[in-house]
Nanobody
């Protein structure tokens, strides 16, 4: 069974930065892709950024391009999301996602990011 544990969410002022982390319970090379999703109150969960195995392809939602960066540390089985120039509309619960080669989805429990002055 795969476990994904997110951390790093907190209250931050507009314009600030945060780095989210996701620890995987097994080698991230076993996943076809990993990513970050978010869900704001009353809204559907939406993709923020994804990265494929071997970091060959990264995809970002338009609303985070140029502000967020997804990365991995393969030796530590970690996924990261560096978030800069945060806006109030970035407020949401952020979820770590991993897709198996069979495209089964694993999810973490989420970490709350609140952007407010």
């Amino acid at each position: 069974q795969v476990q994904l544990v997110e951390s790093g969410g907190e209250l931050v002022q507009p314009g600030g930065s945060l780095r989210l982390s996701c620890a995987a319970s097994r080698s991230i090379f076993s996943f076809y892709a990993m990513g970050w999703y978010r869900q704001a109150p009353g809204k559907q969960r939406e993709v923020v950024a994804e990265i494929t195995r071997g970091r060959t392809i990264t995809n970002y939602a338009d609303y985070v391009k140029g502000r967020f960066t997804i990365s991995t540390d393969n030796a530590k089985n970690m996924l990261y999301l560096q978030m800069n120039s945060l806006k109030p509309e970035d407020t949401a619960v952020y979820f770590c996602n991993a897709k198996s080669p069979e495209f089964f989805n694993y999810w973490g429990q989420g970490t709350q990011v609140t952007v407010s002055s």
